[in-house]
């Protein structure tokens, strides 16, 4: 069992907007910044947010933002290459780990 | 541009070691915490270790602590993984990444299979 909660599964259509969650506790998500990383067909993992930062070259439909002990990803109009499985990480004070999320599978209908 | 090159991967039996390699080049290597994650066929990403800036202060997940060792040498822009005693389990792509808390660039990875 994963010390963050995604969903298993979101799905939407293109020019939707869908948000993937991130769940932990104050010692993970309550006390450090979170990074969302996308992996498109099992090659290497790419950071699409950290923080609230987007790094150069993600577009701007990406977002994030975080409200107490979750965080959120938000794709604003959604495009077929988005499809892909979506992790959530960040380091636990109390464990001493880099704590990762099971991953969210999103789908474009 | 920031890139990171892992490379030892490869087949060993059950008991056997490898070290693997990371190369970075395009930043500061100094000025960065790094970390190596794996993905196990069909699974998800999982954190396998990380050191400071300076190698003064590593972390290990407890299914490695005592197997695998995190290291750096910041003459070469080199971060590596000392993994001995392997098992099935460890059969994973191994990453390299930058970062703690939040990771902000990955390296392409490099396979482990450990047969019985």
């Known amino acids: 069992q994963s010390a963050l909660t995604q969903e298993a599964s979101v799905s939407g259509t293109v020019g939707q907007k869908v948000t993937l969650s991130c769940t932990g506790d104050?010692?993970?998500?309550?006390?450090?910044?979170v990074g969302w990383y996308q992996q498109t067909s099992h090659g290497a993992p790419k950071t699409v947010m950290f923080?609230?930062s987007l790094p150069p070259g993600i577009p701007e439909r990406f977002s994030a933002s975080k409200s107490g002990t979750t965080s959120s990803l938000t794709i604003s109009g959604l495009q077929p290459e988005d499809e892909a499985d979506y992790y959530c990480?960040?380091?636990?004070?109390?464990?001493?780990?880099?704590?990762f999320g099971g991953g969210t599978k999103l789908t474009v209908l | 541009d920031v890139q990171m090159v892992e490379s030892g991967g490869g087949l060993v039996q059950t008991g056997g070691s490898l070290r693997l390699s990371c190369a970075a080049s395009?930043?500061?290597?100094?000025?960065?915490?790094m970390t190596w994650v794996r993905q196990p066929p069909g699974k998800g990403l999982e954190w396998v270790a990380s050191?400071?800036?300076?190698?003064?202060?590593?972390h290990h997940v407890d299914s490695v602590r005592g197997r695998f060792t995190i290291s750096r040498d910041n003459t070469k822009n080199s971060l590596f993984l000392q993994m001995t005693s392997l098992r099935v389990e460890d059969t994973a792509i191994y990453y390299c990444?930058?970062?703690?808390?939040?990771?902000?660039?990955w390296g392409q990875g490099t396979p482990v299979t450990v047969s019985s």
């Open positions: 395009g930043f500061t290597f100094t000025g960065y915490w």
């Open positions: 990480s960040t380091w636990d004070y109390s464990l001493n780990v880099q704590v």
């Open positions: 990444a930058r970062g703690k808390a939040v990771i902000d660039c």
């Open positions: 050191t400071d800036e300076v190698g003064s202060e590593t």
């Open positions: 104050r010692n993970n998500i309550g006390r450090y910044g």
């Open positions: 923080g609230n």
